[in-house]
């Protein structure tokens, strides 16, 4: 069985895949290999995995990006929601602003004046278009009117590493590969997207406490194939969720900043609607086009 993984190595998706991964191959009794399918701003890897035979040995790691991308992007090579059955969510984690010293700020207050007082001077780095990343930045430019540069990667991890060198001036990212760097001072956190302060770091401020209202989430969610055999979905469905519920993987989680949770098919379903609806109404306030 192989999951698809729409992240290159090394970033927050691809953490939550491998941890994943490794323990739902225990409890299968099978082998689930990841496969990181990075780039194209994650349709690369969803095409792949809607596309995939429906015989049950294909699982795909969906992000906040599926939906996002089903919202802006009017040419997708297959329907986020027909082609996919939903199985459960997996973690939920607010994003943190993260700025480089040199930046010289270290609050979103401070941000924003910055921002204004240089209007596209500043550079922000997201992990690709369309990602939970870059459409925080871009809820945060539309509440504030400031204006940021964008700067795309093909993922969390060789973002982190041209913002640490200073190529980029910022970013909006999960907490899993970015907070290390900033405990080792290479970063500096400014807020969490959360609306409350997150019980992992309480002594970062959320983006609420100066934009109120503000609030994005970065989730995982495992999705198959639509089509795939009903008893399949079943099993993959009860074995998941015992993973995300037993103590060690949980607590890994939580050790990176994201919180485990579950949910039945249909939540999981009605969630991913509700996701789109945030994103198409974004879309629509500030024109956001990525095709």
Same mark, same amino acid.
């Given at each position: 069985m192989r999951l698809i993984v729409p992240y290159?190595?090394?970033?927050?998706?691809?953490?939550?895949?491998?941890? +994943?991964?490794?323990? +739902?191959?225990?409890?299968?009794?099978?082998?689930?290999?990841?496969?990181?399918?990075?780039?194209?701003?994650?349709?690369?890897?969803?095409?792949?995995?809607?596309?995939? %035979?429906?015989?049950?040995?294909?699982?795909?790691?969906?992000?906040?990006?599926? /939906?996002?991308?089903?919202?802006?992007?009017?040419?997708? %090579?297959?329907?986020?929601?027909?082609?996919?059955?939903?199985?459960?969510?997996?973690?939920q984690s607010p994003l943190v602003f993260i700025a480089h010293p040199s930046l010289g700020v270290s609050s979103m207050k401070e941000l924003i004046a910055v921002a204004r007082a240089k209007p596209g001077r500043i550079n922000y780095?997201?992990?690709?278009?369309?990602?939970?990343?870059?459409?925080?930045?871009? +809820?945060?430019?539309?509440?504030?009117?400031?204006?940021?540069?964008?700067? %795309?990667?093909?993922?969390?991890?060789?973002?982190?590493?041209?913002l640490i060198a200073g190529q980029v001036q910022m970013m909006c990212t999960s907490p899993l590969p970015s907070m290390p760097h900033v405990k080792a001072g290479k970063l500096r956190? +400014?807020?969490?997207?959360?609306?409350?302060?997150? /019980?992992?770091?309480?002594?970062?401020?959320?983006?609420?406490?100066?934009?109120?209202?503000?609030?994005?989430t970065l989730w995982y969610a495992v999705l198959a194939p639509a089509g795939t055999p009903q008893p399949v979905l079943n099993r993959v469905h009860d074995e998941t969720v015992k993973v995300v519920r037993a103590k060690d993987f949980s607590q890994q989680l939580e050790s990176q900043g994201a919180e485990p949770v579950v949910s039945t098919p249909q939540e999981l379903r009605q969630f991913i609607d509700s996701e789109i609806g945030q994103w198409t109404k974004l879309q629509k306030q500030a024109k956001i086009t990525l095709d």
């Open positions: 290159p190595p090394g970033g927050a998706g691809d953490i939550v895949g491998r941890l +994943l991964a490794a323990k +739902l191959g225990e409890n299968l009794g099978q082998q689930v290999v990841v496969d990181n399918r990075g780039g194209g701003a994650q349709v690369i890897a969803t095409q792949i995995a809607a596309t995939a %035979p429906r015989d049950g040995h294909t699982l795909f790691l969906a992000s906040a990006t599926h /939906s996002v991308n089903a919202a802006l992007r009017k040419n997708l %090579p297959y329907d986020s929601r027909r082609d996919f059955a939903p199985i459960t969510l997996v973690a780095a997201s992990s690709g278009p369309g990602t939970g990343g870059h459409m925080s930045v871009e +809820l945060l430019k539309s509440m504030t009117g400031i204006d940021l540069v964008h700067v %795309p990667y093909k993922g969390a991890a060789p973002a982190l590493i041209d956190a +400014l807020a969490m997207t959360g609306l409350k302060r997150a /019980s992992f770091a309480p002594d970062i401020p959320a983006v609420a406490e100066t934009l109120p209202g503000f609030q994005t």
